[in-house]
């Protein structure tokens, strides 16, 4: 990925009554959403507390990111290794964060402990080590970081600016998975713009990590990151917000979590959001293995906005206590995440340019209900309008159609009949203005729903993808004649939904 454009920053209150979405005006690429598994400080994530995690069925938080600690206790490594391995098998990406080196790479100063200057290759190492120990036991780590938070070390290792900087220019290219710093607690400055401002610290770090515990929405901008960063990444590694005392069940509380996340993407353009404790009682996931109102925020962003869709942009602040981003998949979908905090409802028009969708399905979650599938919407000429309930999150989810695209005919999945506990479905293809030879198509369920069985196609299904293609026989749809293709019954939530092919 280059360099990604700088945003101007929405001014509240200067804000339009409706929401423009363009799909052309792309910017960062999202890399997922997730939590961490701290096995030695909470135990680990029961077996299925970890589908619950990770799945993306009914009920699921859909996760796409775990972070694990890099304990100095090597006997502590195996057990983080059921979750991750597990994580790792339902697609998503493990990477793994040190709070302390071994004891012996260490020493007292006045500022608590650090890393021995003559211990800095063997750190690196250590580093090493932990990564192939993890990848001989089934999980190949995307990253690790040099440090948890060296800028708050009442309890772990410190590291000053400098120390970072030497750390990430002579040994961190020896690390042998991609490498992530520094990973301050507060998201200052101070500690990552030497390598930034550094050319070989800089190629020796792969993503820009920071947490976001007490930082100011108006710090969330990082301008230099922007100017330098030469196809860095920039992931959000930890927080809880808003509080760790409040049960995250509490509402309208929990959708404090929805409105962190659209900053952090909007504002921030981080590609990754990382919750703190996956299961805890102010968490996504509550002590009792569901989700919770907090991770139901997390959801409508994780469960249909996932790795590699890119944001795109959209009015953020159309009305107050309105927030709106927009996400755009390989498969030409739109996912679209709309919160109102205010105490009234809100019917609030969207228009996405160039789309030719038909109409649009959606899930909101409020004080009752929580990612509840509503009716679908009718889409004309790329607008509709939709209800945003008081004091609710919503996720809509369209095809762009064939003004974005791009494809030589167009989808759609309509429902035959519904019984319940699974429903039927049909799709139908019309050609352009060229015919058709031939035809492939793929997409992502929205809410974990999963083909029983399908009749005229070549089908598959892994986790939430679909791919789907013609028998030969089937294969041709004149130019501008429509054609139903193949159908299949399914389980889960009926859902219609525009494709492209």
Same mark, same amino acid.
């Given at each position: 990925?280059?360099? /990604?454009?700088?945003?101007?920053?929405?001014?509240?209150?200067?804000?339009?009554?409706? !929401?423009?979405?363009?799909?052309?005006? *792309?910017?960062?690429?999202?890399?997922?959403?997730?939590?961490?598994?701290?096995?030695?400080?909470? $135990?680990?994530l029961?077996?299925?507390?970890?589908?619950?995690?990770?799945?993306?069925?009914?009920?699921? +938080? $859909?996760?796409?990111?775990?972070?694990?600690?890099?304990?100095?206790?090597?006997?502590?490594?195996?057990?983080?290794?059921?979750?991750?391995?597990?994580?790792?098998?339902?697609?998503?990406?493990?990477f793994?964060?040190?709070?302390?080196?071994?004891?012996s790479?260490?020493?007292?100063?006045?500022?608590?402990?650090?890393?021995?200057?003559?211990?800095?290759?063997?750190?690196?190492?250590?580093?090493?080590?932990?990564?192939?120990?993890?990848?001989?036991?089934?999980?190949?780590?995307?990253?690790?970081?040099?440090?948890?938070?060296?800028?708050?070390?009442?309890?772990?290792t410190a590291?000053?600016?400098a120390?970072m900087?030497?750390?990430?220019?002579?040994?961190a290219?020896?690390?042998?998975?991609? %490498?992530?710093?520094?990973?301050s607690?507060?998201?200052?400055?101070? /500690?990552?713009?030497?390598? /930034?401002?550094?050319?070989?610290?800089?190629?020796?770090?792969?993503?820009?990590?920071?947490?976001?515990?007490?930082?100011?929405?108006?710090?969330?901008?990082?301008?230099l990151y922007?100017?330098?960063? *030469?196809g860095?990444?920039?992931?959000m590694?930890e %927080?809880?917000?808003?509080?760790?005392?409040d049960?995250?069940d509490?509402?309208?509380?929990?959708?404090?979590?929805?409105?962190?996340l659209?900053?952090?993407?909007?504002?921030?353009q981080?590609?990754?959001?990382?919750?703190?404790?996956?299961?805890?009682?102010?968490?996504?996931?509550?002590?009792?293995?569901?989700? @919770?109102?907090?991770?139901?925020?997390?959801?409508?962003?994780?469960?249909? !906005?996932?790795?590699?869709?890119?944001?795109?942009?959209?009015?953020?602040?159309?009305q107050?206590?309105v927030? !709106?981003?927009?996400?755009?998949?390989?498969?030409?979908?739109?996912?679209? &995440?709309?919160?109102?905090?205010?105490?009234?409802?809100?019917?609030?028009?969207?228009?996405?340019?160039?789309?030719?969708?038909?109409?649009?399905?959606?899930?909101?979650?409020?004080?009752?209900?929580?990612l509840q599938?509503q009716?679908?919407?009718g889409?004309?000429?790329? @607008?509709f309008?939709?209800?945003?309930?008081?004091?609710?999150?919503?996720?809509? %989810?369209?095809?762009?159609?064939?003004?974005?695209?791009?494809?030589?005919?167009?989808?759609?999945?309509?429902?035959?009949?519904?019984?319940?506990?699974?429903?039927?479905?049909?799709?139908? +293809?019309?050609a352009?203005?060229?015919?058709v030879?031939?035809?492939? +198509?793929?997409?992502n369920?929205?809410g974990?729903?999963?083909?029983?069985?399908?009749?005229?196609?070549?089908?598959?299904?892994?986790?939430?993808?679909v791919?789907?293609?013609?028998l030969?026989?089937?294969?041709?749809?004149?130019?501008g004649? @429509?054609?139903? %293709?193949?159908?299949?019954?399914?389980?889960g939530?009926? &859902?219609? /939904?525009?494709?492209?092919?």
């Amino acid at each position: 990925m280059g360099a /990604l454009p700088v945003l101007a920053v929405a001014t509240p209150g200067a804000a339009q009554s409706s !929401v423009t979405i363009d799909p052309s005006a *792309a910017r960062q690429t999202i890399r997922g959403f997730g939590g961490m598994n701290h096995t030695p400080w909470i $135990g680990d994530l029961t077996a299925a507390q970890r589908e619950t995690a990770f799945g993306n069925g009914a009920g699921q +938080l $859909g996760f796409s990111l775990l972070r694990i600690p890099i304990d100095e206790t090597r006997s502590n490594w195996a057990r983080e290794v059921a979750t991750a391995r597990r994580a790792i098998e339902l697609g998503a990406a493990v990477f793994a964060s040190p709070w302390n080196p071994p004891m012996s790479m260490t020493e007292s100063f006045s500022g608590g402990k650090r890393l021995r200057y003559d211990q800095y290759g063997a750190y690196a190492q250590y580093l090493n080590e932990f990564d192939a120990f993890m990848g001989s036991n089934g999980v190949d780590l995307h990253a690790v970081s040099v440090q948890n938070e060296p800028d708050y070390a009442h309890d772990w290792t410190a590291w000053t600016p400098a120390e970072m900087l030497r750390f990430t220019r002579e040994n961190a290219g020896s690390i042998n998975t991609r %490498v992530i710093a520094p990973e301050s607690f507060q998201y200052r400055k101070v /500690l990552s713009d030497p390598i /930034l401002n550094d050319a070989q610290a800089l190629a020796n770090m792969d993503i820009l990590g920071a947490h976001l515990y007490g930082t100011q929405v108006r710090d969330f901008p990082y301008p230099l990151y922007q100017q330098k960063s *030469a196809g860095k990444e920039l992931w959000m590694t930890e %927080v809880y917000y808003p509080n760790s005392t409040d049960s995250a069940d509490l509402w309208p509380g929990a959708l404090d979590v929805g409105q962190h996340l659209h900053h952090a993407m909007v504002d921030g353009q981080f590609q990754a959001y990382v919750w703190w404790y996956i299961r805890r009682s102010y968490g996504p996931m509550r002590e009792d293995g569901q989700m @919770s109102k907090r991770g139901a925020n997390m959801a409508h962003f994780s469960k249909f !906005v996932r790795p590699g869709h890119v944001r795109i942009d959209a009015t953020p602040n159309p009305q107050a206590n309105v927030y !709106v981003s927009a996400y755009r998949g390989a498969d030409a979908q739109i996912a679209i &995440v709309a919160i109102n905090k205010g105490a009234s409802s809100v019917n609030l028009p969207f228009t996405i340019r160039n789309s030719t969708a038909s109409s649009v399905s959606s899930w909101v979650t409020d004080g009752s209900r929580s990612l509840q599938a509503q009716n679908a919407i009718g889409v004309s000429a790329g @607008s509709f309008t939709a209800p945003l309930p008081a004091r609710s999150i919503t996720t809509f %989810v369209t095809a762009i159609g064939g003004g974005g695209g791009g494809g030589t005919c167009q989808g759609r999945i309509e429902v035959v009949s519904d019984w319940g506990s699974g429903w039927q479905g049909r799709v139908t +293809l019309t050609a352009g203005s060229q015919p058709v030879d031939g035809w492939s +198509l793929s997409w992502n369920w929205p809410g974990g729903q999963q083909i029983a069985s399908a009749w005229n196609a070549e089908w598959s299904q892994s986790g939430s993808r679909v791919t789907a293609s013609d028998l030969g026989w089937n294969a041709r749809i004149e130019a501008g004649q @429509s054609r139903e %293709v193949f159908g299949f019954t399914a389980s889960g939530s009926a &859902v219609e /939904l525009d494709l492209d092919c």
